[in-house]
């Protein structure tokens, strides 16, 4: 194939990818939404309310390494598929049952987790495919993309499966959510996983055990020494944020007494700092040096998770609380985008393409892990300590977390160059 035709054969992957992404990501935040919603209407329990989520987390958490080592070892084009038809498959199961006799949340938990694990296995594969899929001039506009069809389902997931719910039958929630899951498989089934490879995909007898090439994806992630702070970093982020997903509603709603429609708005606002951010980067040249970027995003978005507690020593009114936290929630939308985006690009290029299933998934995996555990310390940590203490704690972790694990000395590893005092490079830090 030309060049010229990779390329035209790439930009028609830059739409499909970010087409098929939104569908599935919609889908499953629809479903989880929806499902989630029924589980409660049905049992007027926060327990098993609470058991559907963790089906929806859980298996993720647990199967990223593996779906890694599968993206490594397999047709990525083939696992895409295959991932994406066991979800749809799932919920035709979960029709058929309903059907012959009636929903159960046996049922439910079931699929939910089978949903769930054939999201992991689409979501680690695709990411580690986009090198392959894109020009590696496009790949930041493709990330930008990626992160905008993530964007516009976390806004739009919810609202629409509150609409499904109250309006069609559960039979015609699952129907929709299976027409979704397919069309998203035809889309994947027009791309070619192979237009820019610099290897060739492991099809042969001599493909390692699942032990052996977890062993050889940790070795090689170990002796990067780059990849490893990125990875460190991020879940050392996932954990000490955990303590805004749990403190903001304590704090909003709690002890500002947010009224919940207007703590609505505020969660709002984050998933619309993210969808700008994310066409920003779309539209934009590529970033020079993304680590160093990416590690004054953090330093800022550190700042706002201290922030969050400000209302609780400032005699503001109520409309100004609203706003304060609404502002404050845009904005870490839109770092959260600047910190990921560019790290996302970086590991696309640096992380070798034999590799990059099983970094990913180590990656997913060990964020991941770290949410539920974040959510346990910092929730008994709100009911003990006055919830101003533990965000600027926290803030103040993630601070010395980030200067430390991104120091200059691992700058200069990563770009070399900004040790010699050229003019109009950054310095640094």
């Known amino acids: 194939m030309t060049e010229a035709a990779k390329i035209r054969k790439a930009t028609f992957h830059l739409y499909t990818f970010t087409i098929s992404k939104l569908i599935s990501t919609f889908g499953s935040s629809i479903y989880t939404f929806g499902i989630s919603l029924y589980v409660l209407s049905l049992t007027g329990s926060a327990a098993s309310f609470a058991i559907s989520l963790i089906c929806s987390i859980l298996p993720r958490s647990l199967i990223a390494p593996f779906a890694g080592y599968a993206a490594d070892s397999y047709p990525k084009k083939k696992l895409v598929i295959l991932s994406q038809a066991a979800s749809v498959l799932a919920v035709a199961g979960l029709l058929v049952y309903s059907l012959a006799s009636g929903l159960s949340l046996t049922a439910i938990y079931i699929t939910t987790a089978l949903v769930s694990a054939g999201s992991m296995f689409t979501s680690v594969t695709f990411t580690s495919s986009i090198s392959n899929l894109i020009d590696p001039d496009r790949i930041q506009k493709a990330m930008g993309f990626n992160q905008s069809a993530m964007s516009i389902a976390a806004m739009g997931g919810p609202v629409i499966g509150g609409m499904l719910f109250g309006f069609v039958s559960m039979n015609m929630f699952l129907a929709i959510q299976m027409a979704a899951y397919a069309l998203a498989v035809l889309l994947e089934s027009t791309m070619n996983f192979k237009l820019f490879t610099n290897s060739e995909e492991n099809e042969g007898p001599e493909r390692q055990s699942i032990v052996n090439s977890m062993k050889e994806g940790a070795v090689y992630l170990k002796a990067n020494r780059v990849i490893m702070v990125i990875v460190t970093t991020a879940v050392g982020i996932n954990f000490f944020f955990s303590a805004m997903m749990i403190g903001l509603p304590f704090i909003a709603v709690q002890q500002l007494e947010i009224s919940s429609a207007h703590f609505g708005i505020i969660e709002g606002t984050i998933a619309a700092g993210m969808l700008l951010a994310s066409v920003y980067f779309a539209l934009r040249k590529e970033v020079k040096f993304p680590l160093l970027f990416s590690k004054r995003a953090i330093l800022i978005m550190s700042v706002m998770l201290g922030a969050v507690a400000m209302p ?67 929730g008994l940590l709100y009911d003990m300590i006055p919830a101003q203490f533990v965000v600027w704690g926290s803030s103040l972790c993630l601070i010395l977390l980030t200067l430390y694990m991104m120091r200059p000395t691992v700058m200069k590893e990563a770009y070399p160059e900004l040790d010699s005092p050229v003019p109009g490079l950054p310095k640094l830090q």
């Not at 400032?314 to 985008?337: D, H, Q, W």
């Not at 696309?348 to 997913?364: A, N």
Request: hydrophobic share 50%; charged share 10%.
């Open 312 to 378: 609780l020593i400032m005699n503001l009114s109520y409309g100004m609380n609203v706003g304060y936290l609404a502002i404050l929630m845009f904005s870490f939308g839109v770092s959260n985008i600047f910190v990921n985006t560019p790290i996302g690009v970086m590991m696309q290029k640096e992380v070798d393409e034999q590799y990059r299933g099983r970094v990913f998934g180590i990656l997913d995996s060990m964020c991941m892990a770290m949410m539920p555990v974040g959510y346990l310390l910092f």
